[in-house]
């Protein structure tokens, strides 16, 4: 596994940054990508050594891509035995480090909306509803950061959900159905209906979560919009996976 930095010109906006990554992942030899829109800078793990060229060519003309000078400090880092790329273990231990800390939102809106959940029913005991209300709140949530930069959203949710990639107008879209599901929720309005689409909905998602996390290609989520950079994760079906179980057993309940 080989680490190299570059430098993008051309970025404008984050869905810029979501495109560059995708084209960079996609292209063969990359086992990951990751790009910053501020620092213009593109993180690539690769298994096999792929020409700037070949980078070049993946990505439309008007980004500018070419390799990161490194200061003698960071060279000495990286270098090892072949003088050129760290060890996979330090490499290793970084990521996993780097992606703990990328999910700590992640982790702390689910604590928050779970306590505004039970603290809501702590005194009348009434759980059903809570659950109602916690899917209510993770939908309102959720849509909120989405809404923040549909337009990167609709890309970046475009490269895992199958749905959102076979129509692109559905990226657009999908912020609305979420904020209307958790409304729907939080108002008890046609309850029954609010869980089947959550069901259909997220069931599609869950899919392409699982095809991206076998592939073993690191992409970001689109769960929490752009503005939070998260990596797709177990976490990521997880989430999706608790709010399916939940519109399940509620579901059973009603019928």
Request: proline share 2%; aromatic share 10%.
């Amino acid at each position: 596994m080989k680490t190299r930095d570059y430098t993008i010109k051309g970025m404008t906006c984050n869905g810029c940054r979501t495109g560059v990554e995708q084209k960079l992942a996609g292209v063969a030899g990359v086992s990951q990508a990751i790009v910053s829109l501020e620092n213009e800078q593109a993180t690539l793990t690769m298994d096999d050594e792929v020409t700037l060229d070949h980078l070049k060519s993946a990505l439309p003309e008007k980004y500018h891509i070419s390799l990161k000078k490194q200061s003698k400090a960071e060279s000495e880092t990286q270098e090892k035995s072949t003088g050129v790329f760290a060890s996979n273990e330090t490499a290793t231990q970084e990521a996993g480090e780097s992606k703990l800390q990328q999910l700590k939102p992640l982790f702390l809106i689910f604590l928050f909306i779970t306590g505004a959940a039970v603290l809501l029913h702590f005194k009348d005991g009434l759980w059903d509803q809570a659950m109602l209300d916690f899917m209510g709140l993770f939908y309102v949530v959720f849509s909120f950061f989405k809404f923040l930069d549909i337009k990167g959203f609709k890309t970046s949710f475009a490269m895992y959900d199958p749905l959102a990639g076979a129509v692109p107008g559905y990226g657009y879209v999908y912020p609305f159905i979420e904020l209307a599901l958790g409304l729907m929720f939080l108002m008890r309005l046609q309850i029954a209906i609010a869980l089947v689409l959550t069901i259909v909905i997220l069931g599609i998602t869950t899919v392409g979560v699982t095809r991206s996390l076998l592939s073993k290609k690191e992409i970001q989520c689109a769960c929490l919009g752009t503005a939070l950079k998260l990596p797709m994760t177990e976490a990521t079906f997880i989430e999706n996976a608790i709010m399916i179980i939940m519109a399940i057993i509620m579901l059973t309940n009603l019928l």
